[in-house]
T-cell receptor
Framework: DTEVTQTPKHLVMGMTNKKSLKCEQHMGHRAMYWYKQKAKKPPELMFVYSYEKLSINESVPSRFSPECPNSSLLNLHLHALQPEDSALYLC???????????FGQGTRLTVV | KQEVTQIPAALSVPEGENLVLNCSFTDSAIYNLQWFRQDPGKGLTSLLLIQSSQREQTSGRLNASLDKSSGRSTLYIAASQPGDSATYLCAADNYGQNFVFGPGTRLSVLP
């Protein structure tokens, strides 16, 4: 099983809302990632967790707050987003950092 | 920081053709390079991972090669099919910390 599950698949939120994206894997992977992808652009790294600890934050605005409650679960908490934050948010996991990565199907986020 | 480029940006071929997609990276001291496929609006599907000690990997009709010294990787697709139509992305590791993606090649295989 090489499945990374992301929920919800689609999310529409207002600029004053608070919402969360969820990512789950049961492959025993100890590295998990959040990427942001705008239309017709490649994915851009946001955060890397290694063994449940944040190891990379690519200067992401504080309105995005990641959380890794356990080795199988990764959340992305969203607050006071802007319309330009609308994008496809992709979660990935790998056995450890920089090994083969497996991606979820993404959450399509629209900020209105 | 690692930078990755891909050519061509788009490619349209008739069904049955063999084709080559190119990926270049600036830092040759990579650990891994991974090729992905992405269908419109969907997530990424891993196709092949090449470790730095390997020169190529094969999976079905796909063959990926890696030349670290020249900073290049190629993805060879044999006997292309309409179902191969997608965007193909290569990703090279950035000092062993994470993968950096190229802009992708948008492939259309015409029936």
């Amino acid at each position: 099983d090489t499945e990374v599950t992301q929920t919800p698949k689609h999310l529409v939120m207002g600029m004053t809302n608070k919402k969360s994206l969820k990512c789950e894997q049961h492959m025993g992977h100890r590295a998990m990632y959040w990427y942001k992808q705008k239309a017709k652009k490649p994915p851009e790294l946001m955060f890397v967790y290694s063994y449940e600890k944040l190891s990379i934050n690519e200067s992401v605005p504080s309105r995005f707050s990641p959380e890794c409650p356990n080795s199988s679960l990764l959340n992305l908490h969203l607050h006071a987003l802007q319309p330009e934050d609308s994008a496809l948010y992709l979660c990935a996991s790998s056995h450890r950092v920089n090994t083969e990565a497996f991606f979820g199907q993404g959450t399509r986020l629209t900020v209105v | 920081k690692q930078e990755v480029t891909q050519i061509p940006a788009a490619l349209s071929v008739p069904e049955g053709e063999n084709l080559v997609l190119n990926c270049s990276f600036t830092d040759s001291a990579i650990y891994n390079l991974q090729w992905f496929r992405q269908d419109p609006g969907k997530g990424l599907t891993s196709l092949l991972l090449i470790q730095s000690s390997q020169r190529e990997q094969t999976s079905g009709r796909l063959n990926a090669s890696l030349d670290k010294s020249s900073g290049r990787s190629t993805l060879y697709i044999a006997a292309s099919q309409p179902g191969d139509s997608a965007t193909y992305l290569c990703a090279a590791d950035n000092y062993g910390q994470n993968f950096v993606f190229g802009p992708g090649t948008r492939l259309s295989v015409l029936p």
